[in-house]
């Protein structure tokens, strides 16, 4: 029996040889994948278990034929791969750290999702085609690592749960409604939506070290800052939007109030209920509760084409507005900084340690009779060199040196 194969059928056996008839139509623009196209191109949808293998052969050979065409299908097929990531989550949808750990917004410039956290993971929200990864938002960020086997889904009934293998499910947000959806925007907002459409919970209400274009802090919130650069566990140093209207600075652990600030934007004749917001031409301005302008933080506000822009409170006690050239493919480049002196940071340097400025830097340093508690850290602060002689005394008599000293307190 003889058995008989349609024209143009790919043959699990011959990998394709001999059994294909002339093409009579064009490659489309999907197809192709490149302007230059590939001569030849062994495509097939894998609806079978067995296909899988069938088309990784075919790759194979493709690469070994046709070195330049391989490398053109490598890039379509990746980009067919990261068009395939979903922007949204739907009722019975999950994410996982080991796999599905992403969504990505339409644009495919910021991702929410699962991202490494020491021996584990933190879910945030960070600028995904950026390098290095740029992380502005986390949620629960003083957690311990999340576990490998952690999912986050959304239920059946309408909730988003955070489920470990050792703890069990708990939520993720605390949102009013059943949740019908959620998305990352291009905004850089995660939100919630219920079976109306109509936004329940967004993450821009919750600001931990970043404020984005379009996203308001107002009064009584705060950018706390992170550790470090790669860890965003809450550290050291706050901007509050105080209710009485002024923008104001402070270390944390320390009460507001004028003993421990460091730096104030001077708009406490802004009133009640001021809000501080950024723009998207990289304009830092205070409103009051008219709507109006009341002060520009920031010298931005100019019509900034192919940039894009984000605040934040670093974990070295300085605010700066930061700006990204998406044509330029470069880094990220500050715009502006608070405070101008740097050893303004109040506690900077530990107890007993005191900052000066060598080539503007700052510098932490130990007054005399003092020494560092870690010579590795200076900025952990300073302890009295006792001595044998210090319990000593001479004549009866005790001689004291009173020194004045700048930024220490």
């Not at 065409?69 to 996982?96: C, E, H, P």
Request: overall charge neutral; hydrophobic content about 35%.
């Amino acid at each position: 029996m003889v058995m008989q194969r349609r024209a143009g059928s790919v043959g699990v056996d011959g990998l394709g040889r001999g059994c294909r008839r002339r093409r009579t139509r064009p490659w489309t623009a999907d197809e192709m994948g490149s302007a230059s196209g590939l001569r030849r191109r062994k495509v097939m949808a894998v609806s079978k278990p067995g296909e899988a293998k069938l088309l990784e052969a075919m790759w194979m050979m493709l690469q070994q034929e046709s070195p330049d065409d391989y490398v053109v299908a490598t890039k379509w097929r990746l980009a067919a791969t990261a068009q395939q990531r979903n922007t949204n989550m739907s009722i019975g949808s999950f994410l996982s750290p080991i796999s599905n750990s992403s969504l990505v917004s339409l644009s495919g410039r910021l991702d929410f999702g699962f991202y490494p956290k020491d021996n584990g993971f933190a879910i945030g929200i960070w600028f995904a085609e950026i390098p290095p990864k740029t992380v502005v938002w986390t949620a629960n960020r003083d957690d311990p690592p999340i576990s490998t086997n952690a999912t986050l889904t959304l239920t059946l009934d309408g909730k988003l749960i955070l489920q470990q293998l050792l703890g069990g499910g708990q939520p993720f947000v605390n949102a009013s409604q059943s949740v019908a959806s959620t998305s990352i925007l291009d905004s850089g907002n995660f939100v919630l939506y219920n079976s109306d459409s109509k936004i329940i919970w967004q993450s821009f209400d919750y600001p931990t070290n970043t404020l984005l274009p379009g996203q308001l802090l107002p009064a009584r919130d705060e950018l706390v800052s992170g550790v470090s650069k790669t860890d965003h566990s809450i550290g050291n140093y706050r901007v509050k939007m105080q209710y009485d209207g002024n923008l104001v600075m402070y270390p944390v652990g320390l009460p507001d109030g004028p003993e421990a600030v460091y730096w104030a934007g001077d708009t406490y004749f802004a009133g009640d209920n001021a809000t501080l917001t950024l723009d998207g031409n990289g304009l830092l301005y205070v409103f009051d509760k008219t709507g109006t302008n009341i002060k520009n933080i920031t010298n931005g506000g100019n019509l900034s084409m192919g940039k894009i822009f984000r605040s934040t409170m670093d974990a070295d006690g300085l605010w700066r507005l930061y700006s990204y050239s998406l044509n330029l493919n470069s880094n990220w480049t500050i715009e502006w900084s608070a405070p101008d002196d740097r050893c303004d940071i109040k506690g900077m340097c530990g107890i007993n340690g005191f900052c000066v400025l060598m080539d503007q830097e700052p510098s932490c340093t130990c007054p005399p009779g003092f020494i560092y508690i870690n010579q590795g850290q200076k900025n952990l602060g300073c302890n009295q060199n006792f001595s044998t002689e210090s319990y000593v005394f001479k004549n009866g008599n005790i001689n004291y040196t009173i020194y004045e000293l700048d930024n220490a307190i």
